[in-house]
C-alpha cells in the first residue's frame, strides 16, 4: 500500500527567510552530528589539533610579544606599516583561498548535485557554501592573527573595549575577501568557463612576483644601507599602496589601532572607541553590501556555471607523459615489470590528481622560495648552521604532511579497487613495496634539492652538508616506512575519500609518529654541533669531557644513531604492514 | 508533463543529444535505452536542470526547466545513479531536511517521513549516520527523499544499481501505483527485463538521436521479428544500424 497523494498546499516555495532558516538548520545539524562523532571516534586527532594549536597560538604570541615591545619603542607609523601589508596581503590571499574553495564546494561537490536538484534558489545554495567557505577561511585567520593582536593589545595597554572588538572587526574583515573571492569564481564559472584556470594562474603568478620583488627589494635596500630614516622612507614609500583608504585592510588596521588606543582623558578614549566602531560600521555594512551582491551574481550565473562546468570535455592526455611513462616501465630487467607498472600507475595518478601536486608543488616552491632568499641575510656561523638544521626539520615536517596525506590512504584507496590488483600475477607484498618506493623517490628528489639548497645558500661547510643530506635520506626512507607501513597495517576499506582515510587513527598516528622521528633525527645531530660544543667551549682547554664528542667521532656516532634508528623506522613499520597486507581480506 | 521541445546538448565539439521532441504524458512510465555514451545520462541531466541544453527547452508540468528552475522542481522528484547523501546526517535527518526543502508542514512532514520509512523498509537503520549505509540502504533512502513530496514527475536514473532483489519488488510495485495515481516516470535503464515489463513506452536512443519511439510491440513490428524478448530486439536494434557503436567498430576494423 503506498502512500496517499499529498493534499494541495501540503508542499509550497519557501520564502527567503525560511530557505534560509533550512540551509542553517542543516549547517547546525552537520556541525552538532561532526562534533558528536569526533568526540566519540577521534579523541586522538581533537586533543592533538586541540593541543598544536595551542601552542602554535602561545608561541606567536610569545613572538609578537616580543616584536612588538621591540616596535613600540619606534616610530608609531611602523605598527600601522606593519599593520596594512599584513592585513592587506592576507586580503589577496583570502580572494584566492575563498574563490578556489567556492569552485570546489559549488561546483565539484556532490552535495551541489543534491541540491540544484532541489527547489532551493540559487542565492540561498550560495549562502549556504559561503558559510562554510568562511568558516575555513576564519579559522585561519583568527588562529594567525588573534596571537598577534592580542599581544599588540598587551604591549599597548589596550582597554577591554579593544579585545571586545577584536572579533567583530576581524571577522567583519574577512567576509570581504571572501566575498570577493566567491563572486569571482562564479562569475568566471559562468562567463569565462574556459579561461578560469588560465585566469587564476596569471593572477597567482602576477601577485607573488609582486610580493618576491617588493619582499627582495627590501632585504636589499636592508643590506645596501641598514635601517635607516631613508631606508624607513623609502619603505613607507614603496608599501603605500597598502595605506590606500579605500581598502578593507586600512579599515581594519585603522580600527584596531583606534581601539587599543589608551588615553587617560575620559573624552579622548571615548572617541577613539567611537572612531574605531565607525570603522567596524564600515567594514560590516562593505561585508553586507557585498553578500547581497553575492546574491545577485549567484541568482543569475551559478546554474549556468554549474551546466557550463559540468558540460566540460576533459583535456586530451599529453603523449609526451605517456612515451615517458612507457620508458619507465620498459626500462630494467622483466623480473621487476609488474613492480614498475605499479609505480607508474600511481605516478599518472599523481599526475592526474591536481590536488596532489598543486599542494606538492605549492609548499616546495615557497620553500625553495625561502631558501633562495636565505643569502640575501648575514648570519654568524652559529646561526647559520643552526638555521641549517631547522631547515633540515622543516622540509621534514612538510614532507611528512605529504606522506600522511596522500602516501598514507594508498593502500586503502587500492583496498577499494582490490578485487583488480587480486586478479593480477602480482604479489601483494609488491603493491606495498611499490608505494614505498614511489614514496621515496618522489620526496628524495625535492627534499635532498631543498636542503642542498638551503645549505648552500648559507654558505655552511661541506661536511655538514653532508650529514644534513645523510639525515634527508634517512628522513625519506623513515617516512616512506611509517606512513606506507601504518597505511597497509591499518587500511579503511570502506572509505573513498583520502581526506578522511588521513585524518582518521592511523593518519593522526602516522603523522604523530613522523613528528616524532623528525625531532629525534635533527636533534641527534645538531647535539654535537651546537650542545656539546657549547659545553665544551664553557670548560677549560683540554678539560671537558664534551670536548671529543663536539668532534668529529661525536658526529660519526650521532649520524650512524641517525642511520640505524632511521632503518629501524623504515622496516619495521613496512615489515608490520607487509604482514597484515598478506592477511587481508577484502 | 514532460516535454522535450527540440532540445540538443554539446560537449565541445561532439553532439551528446541531437535535436530531441518528445512529451510524455500525466500517468505514463517512459523508459530510455540505449548503449554507454548515447546521450541519456545527458538527457536525463538537463530534465532535472543540472545541464542546460545548448537548444531547445525542457519543460516539466509546463515549467521551463532552464528559466523557471525552482518551479519545476517542486513538481520533481530524482533518483541519481550515484546516491548522494549527507553523510554526517541520519536518513531520518535527510529525510526531514527535504521535508522543509519542500515547505511541508510540520504535521505533514511527521507523516510522511514515518510512511516512506515504513514503506522502503528504513526503520532499522533511520537513526544512524548514512556514512554506515550500504549502497542499496543509501539508495532506498534516496527514492524515500524523491517521493516524500508526492511529485508529478519522478526521473530514476539507473534505479536498481545496489537494490536487494525485494527492494526491487517495492520499487516495482510502487511505480506501477503511483503511475496508475498519475505519476509520470522516466527512466534510464540498463535493465531491459524491467523496461520490458513496465514501460508503457520505450526510447531508444543511439549516439545523441531517438533512433525508436513507440511500445515494445511497436518495435517487434519496426523490426519485423515475433516472439522475441526486448533484449534481444534492442541488441539487432542497436548492432545493425550503420551509425551503431558495434557498426563502427567493425568499418573502422576493416
Redesign the interface.
Known amino acids: 500500500m503506498t502512500a496517499p497523494a499529498l493534499a494541495a498546499g501540503d508542499t509550497r516555495q519557501l520564502s527567503h527567510d525560511a530557505e534560509a532558516r533550512v540551509f542553517l538548520r542543516l549547517r547546525a545539524m552537520l556541525a552538532w552530528r561532526t562534533i558528536q562523532w569526533m568526540v566519540r571516534h577521534a579523541r586522538l586527532r581533537l586533543t592533538l589539533v586541540a593541543l598544536l594549536s595551542l601552542v602554535f597560538w602561545a608561541s606567536l604570541y610569545g613572538l609578537f610579544h616580543e616584536a612588538f615591545a621591540f616596535l613600540d619603542s619606534l616610530h608609531a607609523q611602523v605598527i600601522s606599516l606593519l599593520f596594512n601589508a599584513f592585513f592587506a596581503s592576507l586580503m589577496v590571499m583570502l580572494v584566492f583561498s575563498n574563490g578556489i574553495l567556492t569552485y570546489g564546494s559549488m561546483y565539484a561537490s556532490p552535495e551541489a548535485k543534491l541540491l540544484l536538484t532541489l527547489p532551493a534558489r540559487s542565492e540561498s545554495i550560495f549562502g549556504h557554501k559561503f558559510r562554510e567557505s568562511l568558516w575555513f577561511s576564519c579559522w585561519g585567520f583568527v588562529l594567525l592573527g588573534s596571537p598577534m593582536l592580542a599581544a599588540y593589545g598587551v604591549v599597548r595597554g589596550a582597554p577591554w573595549t579593544y579585545y571586545a572588538l577584536l572579533f567583530p572587526l576581524m571577522i567583519s574583515f574577512v567576509i570581504i575577501p571572501a566575498t570577493i573571492g566567491s563572486i569571482c569564481c562564479i562569475a568566471m564559472a559562468a562567463w569565462l568557463p574556459r579561461l578560469r584556470f588560465h585566469a587564476t594562474a596569471v593572477a597567482l603568478a602576477a601577485g607573488s612576483t609582486a610580493a618576491v620583488w617588493l619582499g627582495w627589494s627590501l632585504i636589499r635596500s636592508v643590506n645596501n644601507q641598514g635601517i635607516t630614516t631613508a631606508w624607513f622612507e623609502e619603505t613607507l614609500s614603496r608599501m603605500s599602496i597598502a595605506e590606500h583608504k579605500l581598502l578593507p585592510s586600512w579599515w581594519l588596521s585603522s580600527g584596531l589601532i583606534e581601539a587599543a588606543r589608551k588615553d587617560v582623558d575620559a573624552e579622548n578614549a571615548w572617541a577613539s572607541f567611537i572612531e574605531s566602531l565607525k570603522f567596524l560600521a564600515l567594514l560590516v555594512s562593505n561585508g553586507l553590501l557585498l553578500q547581497v551582491a553575492g546574491g545577485w551574481v549567484a541568482q543569475s550565473a551559478y546554474r549556468l556555471g554549474y551546466s557550463q562546468i559540468a558540460g566540460e570535455v576533459p583535456a586530451r592526455r599529453n603523449r609526451q607523459l605517456s612515451r615517458f611513462d612507457d620508458f619507465l616501465t620498459n626500462i630494467g630487467s622483466r623480473r621487476r615489470r609488474p613492480l614498475r607498472l605499479l609505480l607508474v600507475k600511481d605516478l599518472r595518478i599523481f599526475r592526474r590528481d591536481i590536488a596532489q601536486w598543486s599542494q606538492f608543488a605549492i609548499f616546495f616552491g615557497l620553500l625553495g622560495l625561502y631558501f633562495f632568499n636565505l643569502r640575501c641575510f648575514n648570519y654568524t656561523h652559529t646561526y647559520r648552521s643552526m638555521i641549517g638544521f631547522l631547515n633540515l626539520a622543516v622540509v621534514g615536517l612538510i614532507l611528512s604532511t605529504f606522506t600522511t596525506r596522500f602516501i598514507f590512504p594508498m593502500i586503502s584507496l587500492e583496498g577499494r579497487r582490490f578485487w583488480i590488483l587480486g586478479l593480477l600475477p602480482v604479489h601483494r607484498d609488491q603493491i606495498v613495496w611499490s608505494k614505498f618506493l614511489f614514496s621515496f623517490f618522489g620526496g628524495l628528489l625535492p627534499c635532498s634539492l631543498l636542503v642542498w639548497l638551503s645549505d648552500s645558500m648559507l654558505g655552511v661547510s661541506r661536511g655538514l652538508l653532508v650529514v644534513h643530506e645523510i639525515c634527508c635520506l634517512m628522513l625519506c626512507l623513515g617516512l616512506s616506512g611509517i606512513a606506507v607501513g601504518l597505511g597497509a597495517k591499518m587500511p579503511d576499506l570502506r572509505e573513498s575519500s583520502p581526506a578522511k582515510i588521513a585524518s582518521g587513527f592511523g593518519g593522526t598516528l602516522s603523522l604523530v609518529m613522523s613528528s616524532l622521528f623528525i625531532i629525534f633525527t635533527v636533534m641527534v645531530v645538531a647535539l654535537p654541533v651546537h650542545v656539546f660544543a657549547a659545553l665544551a667551549a664553557m670548560a677549560p682547554p683540554g678539560r671537558s669531557p664534551f670536548s671529543w664528542a663536539a668532534g668529529p667521532w661525536g658526529m660519526t656516532i650521532s649520524v650512524s644513531v641517525v642511520v640505524v634508528v632511521g632503518l629501524l623506522v623504515t622496516f619495521i613499520p613496512l615489515t608490520l604492514g607487509i604482514r597484515a597486507f598478506r592477511q587481508l581480506e577484502p | 508533463m514532460i516535454e522535450f521541445d527540440h532540445v540538443s546538448?554539446?560537449?565541445?565539439r561532439?553532439l551528446a543529444v541531437d535535436d530531441l521532441a518528445l512529451s510524455i504524458p500525466r500517468g505514463e512510465l517512459f523508459a530510455l535505452l540505449g548503449p554507454n555514451g548515447a546521450g541519456k545520462t545527458t538527457t536525463i541531466?538537463m530534465l532535472?536542470?543540472?545541464?542546460?541544453p545548448s537548444g531547445g527547452a525542457v519543460r516539466v508540468c509546463g515549467h521551463d526547466v532552464?528559466r523557471s528552475?525552482?518551479?519545476a522542481?517542486?513538481h520533481?522528484g530524482?533518483v541519481?545513479d550515484?546516491p548522494?547523501l549527507?553523510d554526517?546526517?541520519?536518513g531520518r535527518?535527510f529525510l526531514w531536511?527535504?521535508a522543509?526543502?519542500?515547505?511541508?508542514?510540520r504535521h505533514?512532514a511527521t507523516r510522511?517521513i514515518a510512511?516512506?520509512i515504513e514503506?522502503f523498509e528504513l526503520a532499522e537503520f533511520a537513526n544512524d549516520?548514512a556514512e554506515s549505509y550500504s549502497l542499496g540502504m543509501k539508495q532506498r533512502l534516496v527514492f524515500a527523499a524523491a517521493?516524500l513530496?508526492?511529485p508529478s514527475v519522478l526521473v530514476l536514473d539507473e534505479p536498481m544499481v545496489g537494490l536487494d532483489p525485494r527492494s526491487v519488488r517495492i520499487v516495482k510495485d510502487?511505480l506501477q501505483?503511483?503511475t496508475h495515481?498519475g505519476m509520470t516516470v522516466f527512466m534510464s535503464t540498463h535493465t531491459l527485463a524491467m523496461a520490458e515489463e513496465m514501460a508503457d513506452r520505450i526510447g531508444v536512443m543511439v549516439r545523441g538521436r531517438m533512433q525508436f519511439l513507440g511500445t515494445v510491440m511497436e518495435l517487434r513490428e519496426h523490426m519485423a521479428i515475433e516472439s522475441t524478448s526486448l533484449e534481444q530486439l534492442y541488441l539487432q536494434f542497436t548492432t545493425d544500424r550503420p551509425d551503431s557503436p558495434a557498426a563502427e567498430a567493425a568499418g573502422e576494423q576493416v
Do not use: N, W
Request: aromatic share 10%; charged share 35%; glycine share 6%.
Open positions: 546538448r554539446s560537449y565541445g561532439k541531466k532535472v536542470g543540472l545541464l542546460r532552464a528552475p525552482r518551479e522542481h517542486m520533481l530524482y541519481p550515484e548522494c549527507y554526517k546526517l541520519t535527518e531536511f527535504i522543509d526543502m519542500f515547505g511541508m508542514p505533514v510522511r510512511e516512506e514503506h549516520l517521493l513530496h508526492d510502487l501505483e503511483k495515481q
